[in-house]
């Protein structure tokens, strides 16, 4: 009978290292993988991002990676946004991606521990102009039939800013539809969001202070006329911008299926809808100036008569 020879030790140990080698190489490289898909490096690689990564960096949140806010908490989600990432990597290599990049940000990251997860309990604060807030109706209450996000306030409405609020937000939510003829009933009424002026406002001759209006609960419209400009509609060929098909635009008119699709269903932008409304004072006649009497601790503004 014919003997088999027998393998030579060195082969097989040599073939064991092999193995082991790539496996290792394997590993660190899918590690590098991983890790460079974690970073804002990956995002800025594409030139479509470039604006976005820009508006990061000069934002309040540059310190903050760009995964954990487009990541939700939890080892399975992020395994959903890789894949999710992976796609896009593949449509841009077969060129079939969008100009217009779109991310959806879950509550869960911006409440997640370390970030705000405190912001519901810090009750009211004070935005821009002396603006009261308060997060906590916001979020936890039905607002206009809708469930609001974190993200239906803190959008990139205009490039230049990143996951900020932007005025005309509050404005188009609290204002569209509630200006019937010359009465206007924003949502929450005007106190909701400021007060009335402290101290005395000189416009010409005349003297006034808020305080007696406001105890006598005469409403601030019946004063201060044409506030707001825009009607915050959504034009149809605003539909066009994301959308070609038939089936989808003949849904035009369906105002609750739209809303909870694009609001509460997905992060989408009022603004991509609806024209803006802006809410500011009309001018004041001639050119006002605000001077500091010194002997009154009260503001006091003078409008000088005619333009000089």
């Known amino acids: 009978m014919n003997e088999q020879p027998a ?13 082991t080698t790539l496996f290792v190489v394997g590993f660190a490289v899918l590690v590098g993988l991983y890790k460079v898909s974690s970073s804002p490096l990956l995002c800025s690689s594409c030139h479509i991002m470039t604006p976005y990564v820009e508006a990061w960096r000069t934002s309040k949140h540059n310190m903050v990676s760009c995964v954990e806010c487009h990541y939700p908490p939890g080892f399975r989600d992020s395994l959903w946004v890789k894949y999710q990432a992976l796609a896009q ?35 009211k604060v004070v935005f ?12 936890e209450e039905i607002r206009r039939g809708r469930q609001l996000r974190c993200t239906s306030c803190h959008s990139q409405i205009v490039v230049g800013t990143h996951i900020e609020v932007t005025e005309s937000t509050c404005f188009l939510c609290h204002f569209k539809g509630m200006k019937i003829g010359r009465e206007l009933k924003p949502i929450a009424g005007c106190t909701g969001c400021h007060g009335a002026p402290q101290g005395d406002i000189v416009v010409g001759s005349i003297r006034f202070n808020h305080e007696e209006m406001v105890r006598r609960g005469v409403a601030c419209t019946k004063c201060h006329l044409n506030v707001i400009e825009g009607d915050g509609e959504a034009p149809r060929d605003r539909c066009f911008t994301c959308h070609n098909q038939p089936e989808k635009l003949e849904r035009y008119g ?55």
């Open 7 to 19: 393998k030579r030790p060195g082969r097989r140990r040599a073939l064991l290292i092999g193995l």
């Open 89 to 123: 990597v593949a449509k841009w290599a077969t060129q079939t991606y969008s100009s217009k990049p779109f991310a959806e940000i879950e509550d869960a990251s911006c409440l997640r521990s370390g970030c705000h997860e405190r912001r519901l309990l810090e009750g």
């Open 128 to 139: 821009k102009r002396g603006i009261i807030f308060d997060h906590r109706p916001h979020l």
């Open 254 to 308: 369906d105002t609750e299926f739209i809303h909870d699709f694009h609001v509460a269903g997905h992060n989408i932008e009022c603004a991509r809808c609806h024209s803006e409304i802006k809410h500011r004072l009309p001018p004041l006649i001639g050119i006002p100036r605000a001077v500091r009497d010194v002997d009154r601790p009260s503001l006091v503004v003078r409008a000088t008569e005619g333009a000089r």
